[in-house]
């Protein structure tokens, strides 16, 4: 048996309300990619929060090498070896990549930093482990894969013996995960001991020795990975069965086109160009999704489609009206719904009560007001009441502010208030992000609800398996284009994957369909 | 003409001196994401420490310690503030302002039995041993010692943001301070030093109204050159050599009053000509803003305990 | 931020239920108000005792000087109505403040938009000619509209350019002094002996005592309470008030939701500044009737004081107004018999600002003082 490294023993941590971390005992060896696999919120950035010293536990111990240890602050951390790439990554946009690598270990005396030997240096490494990173550009400039290493780089610049990955494949597509996968080897066979987090069960079972499975802030079980089968895991994760794809699927009419993207086009004020002749039709009861790696141009595609942007060129209709010089409220009133990505930021007024995050975008509209400018409380309660029941808000009063609520129960609300209006078209920007796999079955329920009602869903997800279980159509966005777009049927993930990185192989993928 | 133009230069240095020298302490501040729009009372705190300071000793190199001095102390009030309270940082830094107007009034009725002005005491209005240079000695030493300072501060103001280590890590806590954070870079304390040095250079700034210029306190004296030091960061760009620049051409608008003031018999009316420095700061900074993108985590709070806020 | 919106830990109580259909009482928005209130007064009580010691570092004895301002404030009926009338514009002001922040705008401009308006309703009430009946309404309206002028440009400013609006409104304070100076001094001075000041107004723009002789309280105090009362519905009760309340907490999801952000700001700013030029308005048309030059009567800071303190609520802003009133009154007494200046106030109203801002930091004192006493228990 080799060497435990790392032993972490009844680590708890209470947030107001919450138990993150329930006497969590867990030990990493020595040399292994040790996996920590749970669905959103089952605690693992906490507890790795706590081992790289973010956050300080409330009880238990961390021993390293059977030394007891305490982290006040990523310093301490550092400086017995750790290193962690975060989920957002930590690298400052406008810095170098070699700023972004020496910050906080500069190379040089005390007075001026030796830009030209920290180059060096950090170009040595990169190609130690085959990471090919320019090390005077700006990290600004770099795609999704590149910064990711120069994370990697950042922490073993620093020298970490241990290195911690927290969702590093969120953002990557199976080409990349691949790609990733292999570095992550290459690490441990030069001796590093790797801690894999994910809820993806595929990577999981690909690279890991041992994987330790977290569900409601308690640790399942640790075994070795060859004891354990992927549906085992997804079990154990989740505590009981649950069935993706938002249930049953009726035959509804979708002859008719809703929304119309033509030749559409979109240049930035600074002359970027991020979008390029889309051409794209949504039908009536059908989920179109999109898929592509983030960046690709879908955050532009969204402002035009919910109208926070307009297009430079083409155009943009709904239901056979030119909306493409409309603003976001008008948008809405010709019956668009949009589920936007980030709850916190876009989707909700977190101080708001529940009841006011009912009404949100709709103050205006008649059925909430007396006349014509007050908002006519007992409307907004009845509202608040009726959709509560109806997508079963769980909270404990409707004055409560939003902020009080869980993520899944926060989705409820936007997605109920977004509904409530009856919209003939949804767009959902990632709509599960950071959910649990209850919450996310309920959304993807919600979704095809709407579809089998004959409304059109337009579903943005980076989760290729969300795209794959909920859509009809797929089209893939690359660089601004549209690069395919295709029936979901007998589509895998891999090609998916290939379209993602703009492969063309025109014939080999149609082969592949038609097969 | 030539002493029109001479007048005008010189005033310029005059006058863009103090607005300089708190702008650069104040890109600082900001490089490490903590806004301090309360400078216009550190000044005035500062140019009232200062006449005090040298009315006290009779030197007025005292006076100029005890303004830098004050100077870190309210702005380490500010930072307590915003840094370990996370509280507002604007509305933070206004307090300073009232306080600073306060302290001052009443500081000058205790001790001097004075209102509005002190009594007169000795200055650094020439730098002396400059005055055998040659052809050039005369002018040179008809500045204050303070505008030099300002030059050399100049000069290590950008070598500290830009070369040092210490500047590195001070402009990451600026723009993405969870990032700072976990690179173990103590981000409370780069801030805490940050809002220090805009503090200390704006003491000083206020000691060079007072006594690097004239020779005593006079309430209002400081007449927005601390909010003018903040437009100034936004035409520099966030750099110090950017803000002396901008300072020195609010400066100008200064010294261009001044001069139409002495002009005899000027037809327009001298409240107007007074207006002059802050109407055409607004227009320059209106024509100059755009595309200015400041550090990204300026003016948001960030503690440590509640680092997701 | 974001870290919290991934992973967002499991709830204990982990069957969150779903609420009875009746209204719970209130009891924990009670307490949660509670809290709030006492971290006002906690706020308030520190700024007075640092302020004592600072007195005391000046060499005054800070219980003779508090007493004075005290009595001076509120110790004889004359004083309280001294009190009542200084008020007037500071409610006005921290009204102004107020609005501004629930639209995100830190309207630093009061102090100009005051005087701009007391100056323009000041001269409507000097130069037109109108029956009683309506002649005090239309300058009271000239002295908003002057406020709101004097709002626009920062206001627009921000919504073509993007520049800050602390700033423009900042510089604007000071072009407004001098403007007023010119304007006093140069074309509308007064005839008569006293030279940096404008004619008195007629009877007709005056605004009619409350209480009369002795005490003299105006009657602009209704007129202020009205504007609390008006102000409170807009916010709390239309659809406007929502969206600019919603524009104050969160730009980008009020954004998303087709509220006009930018407008929202423009307008938060604009109504803030007639709220200002009212206040001057109220000041002019009820006790001093005429302009002086000099005319800074540094409502505007204390306006920032008054709505932190109150948590920007409107009618919160009625009980700060009336403790600044009180303070700004009763300071005259205290520059008189113990010699400490009045603005001293200035001083007071600072550190509350600053410990109104440091309020995490008293919450956690007082949760440390909470625990500490359950351990004793």
Not at chain 2, 153 to 177: D, I, Q, S, Y
Not at chain 3, 199 to 214: C, V
Not at chain 3, 293 to 317: E, F, Q, R, W
Request: hydrophobic residues 45%; glycine residues 10%.
């Amino acid at each position: 048996m080799r060497e435990k490294i790392i032993e972490l023993k009844g680590i708890t941590k209470i947030y107001p309300g919450v138990i993150a971390n329930d006497h969590i005992s867990l030990d990493i060896e020595q040399g292994e990619i040790h996996s920590l696999a749970g669905e959103n919120g089952a605690g693992k950035s906490t507890l790795m929060g706590i081992l790289y010293g973010l956050n300080q536990p409330d009880e238990g111990s961390i021993y390293l090498r059977g030394k007891e240890v305490r982290f006040h602050s990523p310093k301490d951390s550092i400086a017995s070896g750790l290193g962690m790439v975060h989920q957002h990554f930590m690298l400052i946009p406008k810095f170098t990549v070699t700023q972004n690598i020496i910050l906080g270990m500069e190379v040089g005396s005390r007075l001026k930093i030796d830009y030209p030997k920290a180059e060096r240096e950090v170009r040595q490494l990169s190609e130690q482990y085959g990471l090919g990173i320019d090390p005077s550009a700006k990290v600004s400039e770099l795609s999704v894969t590149m910064q990711q290493r120069v994370e990697i780089l950042k922490i073993l610049y620093r020298k970490a013996e241990i290195l911690i990955f927290d969702e590093p494949t969120a953002v990557l597509t199976p080409q990349e995960i691949d790609e990733f996968c292999d570095i992550l080897m290459r690490l441990r066979d030069s001796g590093k001991t790797i801690i894999f987090i994910s809820h993806k069960l595929a990577e999981v079972e690909k690279i890991s020795d041992r994987v330790t499975v977290i569900r409601r802030g308690k640790v399942v079980c640790t075994k070795p990975i060859s004891e354990v089968n992927q549906a085992e895991l997804a079990r154990l994760m989740v505590g009981r069965e649950v069935i993706m794809g938002g249930g049953e699927r009726v035959q509804v009419d979708n002859s008719e086109v809703l929304l119309d993207l033509n030749n559409l086009s979109y240049k930035t004020r600074q002359g970027v160009q991020k979008l390029h002749q889309i051409d794209l039709q949504l039908h009536r009861g059908e989920i179109l999704g999109i898929a592509g790696v983030d960046g690709n141009g879908q955050e532009e595609l969204e402002n035009i489609i919910c109208g926070k942007l307009h297009p430079s060129e083409g155009s943009l209709t709904f239901k056979g009206e030119d909306i493409s010089q409309m603003g976001v409220k008008e948008i809405k009133k010709k019956g668009v719904g949009v589920i936007f990505e980030d709850r916190h930021k876009d989707g909700l007024v977190l101080d708001f009560s529940v009841k006011e995050n009912l009404v949100l975008g709709f103050q205006d509209q008649r059925r909430f007001l007396k006349y014509g400018a007050f908002l006519d409380r007992k409307k907004v309660d009845q509202n608040a009441q009726k959709l509560q029941e109806d997508f079963d808000i769980r909270c404990g009063s409707l004055d409560d502010p939003a902020g009080k609520l869980s993520g899944g129960n926060q989705q409820k609300i936007i997605i109920a208030r977004e509904m409530s209006a009856n919209p003939e078209m949804i767009m959902a920007i990632q709509p599960t992000r950071g959910l649990d796999m209850g919450a996310i079955s309920f959304v993807q329920e919600k979704l095809v609800e709407a579809r089998n009602a004959g409304k059109g869903v337009l579903l943005f997800s980076l989760e290729l398996d969300e795209i794959l279980q909920v859509s009809d159509r797929i089209a893939v966005l690359f660089k601004g284009r549209i690069v395919k777009v295709l029936k979901n049927e007998g589509i895998t993930k891999e090609l998916l994957g290939q379209y993602m990185l703009g492969v063309d192989g025109e014939e080999d993928i149609d082969e592949a369909v038609n097969r | 003409m030539l002493s029109a133009l001479s007048y005008i230069v010189l005033a310029t240095i005059r006058l863009g001196t103090p607005i300089a020298i708190t702008a650069m302490g104040a890109t600082i501040s900001e490089r490490t994401g903590i806004l301090n729009i309360g400078l216009e009372g550190i000044m005035s705190m500062g140019a009232f420490l200062a006449v005090l300071g040298s009315y006290w000793t009779g030197n007025p190199w005292f006076g100029v310690l005890l303004a830098v001095l004050v100077g870190v102390v309210i702005s380490a009030v500010h930072g307590f503030v915003s840094i370990v309270c996370g509280g507002a940082q604007g509305v933070s830094s206004q307090a300073l302002v009232l306080l600073a107007t306060g302290f001052c009034s009443v500081g000058l009725q205790a001790i001097f039995g004075q209102k509005g002005m002190s009594p007169t005491v000795n200055t650094i209005a020439t730098t002396e041993f400059l005055r055998p240079i040659p052809l050039v000695g005369n002018i040179l030493a008809d500045f204050s010692p303070i505008v030099y300072i300002a030059l050399i501060l100049l000069f290590v103001c950008n070598f500290v943001l830009f070369k040092t280590p210490l500047g590195l890590r001070m402009c990451a806590c600026g723009e993405h301070p969870r990032a700072a954070e976990t690179a173990g870079i103590n981000v409370g304390a780069m801030r805490f030093l940050g809002v220090l040095i805009s503090g200390f250079l704006g003491g000083l700034a206020g000691a060079f109204l007072s006594v690097g210029q004239m020779n005593l306190f006079q309430e209002g004296m400081v007449a927005g050159r601390g909010y003018l030091a903040m437009g100034a960061i936004i035409m520099g760009r966030w750099t110090p050599t950017g803000a002396f620049a901008a300072a020195m051409c609010f400066g100008l608008f200064d010294a261009v009053q001044l001069y139409i003031q002495i002009i005899p018999n000027s037809p327009i009316p001298h409240e107007f000509v007074q207006m002059i420095p802050y109407v055409a700061s607004i227009i320059v900074l209106a024509l100059t803003i755009k595309g200015a993108t400041g550090p990204a985590a300026s003016g948001q709070p960030y503690s440590k305990i509640s680092g997701t806020r | 931020m974001k870290q919290s919106t991934a992973e967002r830990p499991p709830s204990v109580t982990a069957k969150e239920r779903p609420t009875k259909k009746f209204k719970k009482p209130s009891s924990e928005k009670l307490r949660a108000m509670g809290l709030e209130c006492s971290i006002s007064l906690i706020a308030f009580a520190l700024s007075i005792i640092t302020g004592g010691i600072i007195l005391a570092i000046l060499g005054v004895n800070p219980l003779t000087a508090y007493a004075s301002l005290f009595k001076g404030a509120l110790g004889t009926p004359s004083a309280i109505a001294g009190t009542i009338n200084r008020m007037i514009p500071i409610i006005l002001a921290g009204l102004a403040i107020a609005v501004g922040r629930k639209g995100s705008v830190f309207n630093i401009g009061v102090e100009g938009q005051l005087i701009i308006g007391a100056l323009l309703g000041c001269l409507a009430g000097i130069y037109l000619k109108l029956p009683a009946i309506i002649h005090l309404p239309v300058c009271l309206l000239c002295g908003m509209l002057g406020g709101m002028a004097w709002a626009f440009i920062p206001a627009w400013l921000r919504l073509k350019k993007n520049v800050g609006v602390v700033f423009t409104t900042i510089m604007f304070n000071y072009i407004a002094k001098f403007l007023l100076t010119y304007l006093v001094i140069s074309v509308f001075v007064t005839s008569g002996g006293q030279l940096s000041a404008t004619e008195k107004m007629q009877d007709t723009a005056r605004l009619p005592a409350l209480i009369g002789r002795p005490y003299n309280i105006n009657s602009g105090i209704l007129i202020a309470v009205l504007a609390v009362i008006v102000v409170y519905i807009f916010i709390n009760k239309t659809k406007w008030g929502y969206e600019m309340r919603a524009t104050g907490i969160n730009k980008n999801a009020s954004g998303s939701a087709g509220i006009n952000v930018d407008r929202n700001m423009f307008l938060a700013l604009l109504i803030s500044g007639a709220l200002a030029g009212l206040g001057g308005c109220l000041e002019i048309h009820g006790s001093v009737f005429r302009m002086f030059a000099d005319y800074s009567p540094g409502y505007g800071p204390t306006g920032i004081a008054v709505a932190l303190l109150a948590k920007s609520n409107p009618i919160a802003v009625l009980l700060t107004a009336f403790l600044f009133g009180a303070m700004r009154n009763g300071a005259a007494l205290m520059q008189m018999s113990t010699g400490v200046s009045s603005e001293f106030v200035s001083i007071v109203q600072g550190l509350i600002i600053i410990f109104v801002c440091s309020e995490n930091f008293i919450r956690y004192l007082m949760k440390k003082a909470q625990k500490r006493g359950v351990a004793h228990a």
